[in-house]
């Protein structure tokens, strides 16, 4: 198995590409652009994210958002490769909870290692360039050689940098289990007796206001009330994170990280007890940070969860198809928000009982990409777990 995760991996196209993606899906997107006052638009700069939407076999469902920071090649690549850990047979109908557990945390372990390989050249090439060049010369001071080392350095720089964060989704043997990796969120939202929304959010950021990453911080020797003061860590809020080579193998030059007895920053996912899809009519929403904050500012931290579940709701009482539901939202948002918004996938069912993801894409003043994946079931007894997906873009100004 691992020789043939390898050989995909290495193949030019990717090879989840042949994955069977949920084939019920309508799309509803809307480019990324920045809107100018004469209300032209035009085009930001790449998408640093990346997303999956596949099923698998033996009733397996696999959902995931991956918000990347300088650049896209983490995400990119998380995005295949953990596809590529969970989806070739290592999930057995015969699993317990405990194994599903560990195979999830143990694909996160080899997804990011398979990353930091892909880049071991390129870091070597930069330690022995850095080595070569003088220290304290500015670069206009430099001999044209030591110039154009200088230039391959931020190349490469530029080539090694970037992570992100992750929150997947997986539903097998009727179960949803979550595994976050940093500041994205899962809200679980449950239909009542009396047809209300019973609204779950399942875990919390791994942020320094997490007190429970405090502790795991402090524990490694670092100064907690320095770390809740400066609330960024290497420009990031997230105490977890794949990738982001500097703060995993260079965290020691880092002063707010300095003293640690041990990587501080790890991409290890926290994954929550799996909640029982049994008899559950409902759906659940996987947003990542950006999008968390344009709601926390429109409608508030306490109120953000409930605001967003609302829309979902009213959106899809109103529109006969999730197709419709996803480009409305899109094009609801696009009109009553901001001078920017990001291209984001619409993949919504036409059909009433299959599984649906939404995904949603907003902008932050500092360009990152985000996405919200939405899927749907019914709990009707001749349908098992139905899943069925809808998209959308969001549109904020933070």
């Known amino acids: 198995m691992a020789s043939q995760r390898r050989q995909m991996m290495q193949s030019h196209q990717s090879w989840t590409d042949d994955l069977p993606l949920c084939q019920m899906c309508g799309v509803g997107t809307a480019p990324n652009c920045t809107y100018g006052p004469d209300g032209k638009d035009t085009q930001s700069h790449p998408n640093e994210d990346g997303h999956f939407r596949f099923r698998g076999e033996e009733g397996c469902f696999l959902y995931g958002v991956f918000n990347g920071f300088d650049g896209s090649r983490v995400s990119s690549f998380v995005s295949q490769c953990l596809t590529a ?44 360039i850095i080595s070569q060049l003088p220290e304290g010369v500015s670069f206009h001071q430099l001999s044209p050689q030591s110039q154009k080392l200088s230039e391959r350095l931020k190349d490469l720089e530029q080539e090694v940098s970037g992570g992100a964060t992750a929150v997947v989704a997986l539903i097998h043997n009727n179960k949803l289990y979550i595994a976050n990796v940093g500041t994205n969120r899962a809200l679980l939202c449950k239909s009542t007796s009396d047809g209300q929304n019973q609204v779950i959010q399942i875990g919390r950021p791994h942020t320094t206001e997490n007190e429970d990453e405090l502790q795991r911080l402090a524990g490694l020797g670092l100064d907690v009330s320095g770390l809740r003061q400066a609330a960024l860590i290497a420009g990031q809020s997230s105490t977890r994170r794949i990738g982001d080579y500097r703060v995993k193998y260079n965290y020691t030059d880092i002063d707010l990280l300095s003293a640690a007895k041990n990587k501080p920053i790890i991409a290890e996912p926290e994954i929550q007890a799996s909640q029982s899809l049994e008899g559950v009519t409902g759906f659940l929403l996987l947003m990542s940070e950006g ?72 902008e932050r003043s500092t360009g990152i990409y985000n996405m919200a994946v939405f899927l749907k079931w019914s709990s009707e007894q001749d349908q098992g777990l139905s899943l069925r997906v809808a998209t959308d873009v969001h549109l904020t100004a933070l």
């Open 85 to 128: 850990e969970l989806l070739l047979g290592q999930l057995k109908s015969t699993h317990t909870d405990s194994d599903v557990r560990r195979i999830l945390s143990q694909a996160f372990d080899v997804v990011e290692k398979s990353y930091f390989e892909t880049i071991g050249d390129a870091l070597a090439e930069k330690a022995t």
């Open 291 to 362: 999008l968390i904050k344009a709601l926390e500012s429109a409608h508030g931290p306490e109120q953000a969860n409930q605001e967003m579940v609302a829309m979902v709701a009213a959106e899809l009482a109103q529109q006969g198809s999730l197709e419709a539901v996803a480009q409305s939202v899109v094009d609801g948002r696009q009109a009553s928000h901001c001078s920017r918004h990001e291209d984001g996938p619409a993949l919504p069912s036409p059909h009433p009982h299959r599984v649906g993801v939404r995904y949603a894409h907003t």
